[in-house]
């Protein structure tokens, strides 16, 4: 199992990234998947998780600009980052809790990072 993020890159004060990741491999359920985040001298943080019904949780100095979602037959899940601020800059990672069995538990799987940098 992989997961490949995306679309990480450079952008100003106020404006929007969109981030993209892929599960492939060999996949049988996907329940949560979510982004977190590092920046440089800190810990990696959560940012935005779904589940597999939909339901959306944020650290609060992202809600209300940022949406993350999910495409369950394309095995994707997506951050849209809007009113992006200078503290938003970090690698971003994307994870998901994935069984490769259908009689298997899920197992946390982790993309290589994008890294998002706000700057004017």
């Known amino acids: 199992v992989q997961l490949q993020a995306s679309g990480g890159g450079l952008v100003q004060p106020g404006g929007s990234l969109r981030l993209s990741c892929a599960a492939s491999?060999?996949?049988?359920?996907?329940?949560?998947m979510a982004w977190y985040r590092q920046a440089p001298g800190q810990q990696r943080e959560l940012v935005a998780e779904?589940?597999?019904?939909?339901?959306?949780n944020y650290v609060d100095s992202v809600r209300g600009r940022f949406t993350i979602s999910r495409d369950n037959r394309k095995k994707m899940v997506y951050l849209q980052m809007n009113s992006l601020k200078l503290e938003d800059t970090a690698v971003y990672y994307c994870?998901?809790?994935?069984?490769?069995?259908?009689?298997?538990?899920?197992?946390?799987?982790w993309g290589q990072g994008t890294l998002v940098t706000v700057s004017s």
């Open positions: 491999g060999t996949i049988a359920i996907i329940r949560n």
């Open positions: 779904i589940t597999d019904r939909d339901s959306t």
């Open positions: 994870s998901a809790a994935i069984a490769r069995r259908a009689w298997q538990g899920t197992r946390d799987y």
